[in-house]
């Protein structure tokens, strides 16, 4: 019996560890903080259903839910659930049709809901009522330039009132600096399809009425029902209530880094209390300011010359602080600079207030010159003066063994872009000798691809002077005998 009662607990703690589970212990803005929002972001004025005494007492209509890591599906692990009924419908398996449980606060309307169903421009839907209304809404600062986080849309009214004249529904609304939109506050509706400019709802992704079809985006749908043709597949195990969800989606939307934003999560049900419909979220982070170069890297290693390192974000109200390998660079303050030297580069932002909002650095890198560099040329000073000849072509010596037919060189006199200096001239090379420049250009033909510069100067010394002599010989021609040598005057050169 005992060993009956220990694999019966072991059943059970495998299957409570399979399924979604929901903790309904926190109030909706400790949700806020400890489930929803990850990098960059700090909420404040946070509401739940227009009040923040209701944000900080514990509301049936969100908790935060996990998967304890192990597949379902979902598509989510975690993050925070908020329904039309009491979040702990969400539980699978789906066994009840129509699952419902209206929550204990029930709140009526909102008309930025009410506006998602009737869109200006369209014939108008006779709703008499919107109940069981979620709302979550909270402040918060840009602390980079664009806005994410993840979610998933499930209902009970799937696959049943798939294209009926209305249904539950559901936004994300966002309004801000540089936000223009038809909802309160100018706010915009970032609950879309991607790629597009139309909101999710059960009318926009689906597999037709009952799963049968037509299909309406319906790469984004999961039909969790027995019900029809399912487009994807899963343990029927269904380890999540509702008859329906769309997979996991991204909200997004471009930001004024610096400036204050207002988020507006909400859901509801339409004409009627029943069959549930869920959103669950996750990760509302703000993406950090990334420095990039020219091409939108994070960093530079190339060849050397100009380039632009470009923030992204909007000079209005942003202090720009930037600094060479650490030394602040005076007399900046834009978005972009344009560098010429190597170097770490990194630039600071400030709001308004001196608060410091976003940080990150980028390494400009030069590719060297893989070659040696030229000697120094000298020629010994005649009698009969300048001009002097020099052999200048330094190309074996700079190559070091290197092959040839790897790079490409031309000689200039003066500078890197003076008179270029014929191949021809190169081994006897006219010059007056008095520290005249010779610049060579080498371009890496197989590696690289960059232009190098490099230079060497034509110097002159003395040439050697004096006399020696010796005394004349009585010795026969045949006889070889030392003669002492006599000199004169004699330096070197």
Known sequence: MKKLYLLFLLFFVFFAQAQLTVNNTQTPAQLVQNALVGNGVTPFNIKFNGSTVNANVVRDQVGEFTTNFNPTNLGLDRGLIMTTGKTQVALGPNNVPGASSPPAFPFVGDPDLYLSINPPGTQPINIKEIDNVAVLEFDFLATGPSLRFDYVFASEEYPDYVNASFNDTFGFFLSGPGISGPYSGSAINIALIPNTAIPVSINTVNNGLNNSGVCTNCAYYYNNSNIGVNPTTWNPAYTVQYDGFTRGLSAQAELLCGQV???????????????????????????????????????????????????????????????????VMTGVNTPSITVTEPGNYQLSVYNSTGCLIAQDDIDVTYYTNPLIVPQDLVACTTATGPPYTYDINQNTYMLDGQSPSDFSFVYHSGSATGPVIPNGNLAAYSSTGTGESIWVVIEDLNNTGCTFETSFLLNTTPGPSGSFSYASSSYCESITTPVAVTLSGLTSG
């Open 261 to 327: 934003y207002h988020i507006k999560l909400a859901i509801a049900n339409v004409e009627d209390d029943a069959f549930d419909s869920a959103v669950f979220l996750k990760d509302f982070e703000i993406e950090p300011m990334v420095l990039t170069d020219g091409s939108g890297a994070d960093s530079y290693l190339g060849c050397e010359g100009s380039v632009i390192i470009n923030s992204g974000l909007s000079p209005t109200g942003n202090t720009f602080v930037w600094t060479q390998n650490t030394n």
